[in-house]
């Protein structure tokens, strides 16, 4: 059976589940020519097919990160699709793939920045998932520190607690003044309770 065959789509499935499933058997096989049969079919004349190999090649790239690696150019290209639904398929699928690649998403994080600034609120929150996970390399710690706390400035005040916490795991010392001067400029902008008291309790800790 081809791999077309197994896709959500091709089943008659409204689920992810199949993709998934299918995400496992390709991770457990180390099937890197399935990998490159998926990369093919990201240009499929449906859109739904589409949405499934984008939804595999994320789920493998959390199992088996180094099968996805090599086709990393492929999924940036994808960021300036008109298809949203790609766009924060192939945002998710780069976070997926982040920690096993660093040095190559770093190159390429003006792309990552611009599909940020312009796309929905889940490729938002996994482009601060991607500047997270490059903070950790000490190259690009500073880089990486600098463009969080500017997401900070204007991130959704419904995002804002959870890309501040995410920040606070790998700030360094140096820059925690300026983050709690930035989350309590912020701080009147949150008017639900309990996002309040998460980045009031985050605020604290900082502070300590």
Do not use: F
Not at 79 to 105: F, Q
Not at 174 to 199: A, C, G, S
Request: hydrophobic share 40%; proline share 5%.
């Amino acid at each position: 059976m081809a791999l077309i065959d197994k896709l959500a789509t091709s089943l008659n499935r409204r689920d992810e589940e199949p993709n998934k499933q299918l995400a496992q058997t390709i991770s457990e096989a180390n099937d890197e020519s399935a990998i490159k049969e998926l990369v093919g079919l990201l240009h499929h004349k449906d859109k739904n097919i589409q949405s499934d190999v984008i939804k595999v090649l994320n789920e493998t790239g959390k199992l088996k990160p180094e099968l996805v690696v090599p086709y990393i150019p492929e999924l940036v290209k994808l960021l300036r699709s008109k298809n949203n639904r790609m766009v924060w398929g192939a945002m998710a699928a780069l976070s997926a793939v982040a920690p096993a690649a660093p040095t190559i998403l770093y190159k390429n994080l003006n792309a990552i920045l611009d599909a940020a600034a312009k796309g929905s609120v889940i490729t938002k929150d996994h482009a601060n998932k991607i500047l997270v996970i490059l903070a950790v390399t000490p190259a690009y710690t500073d880089d990486c520190i600098v463009l969080l706390l500017d997401q900070l400035k204007d991130a959704p005040v419904n995002q804002l607690p959870t890309y501040a916490e995410n920040t606070a795991t790998i700030v360094t010392s140096n820059y925690k003044p300026e983050m709690v001067r930035i989350l309590t400029e912020r701080l009147p902008d949150i008017t639900q309770d309990t996002k309040r008291k998460r980045l009031t309790r985050l605020l604290q800790k900082l502070q300590k």
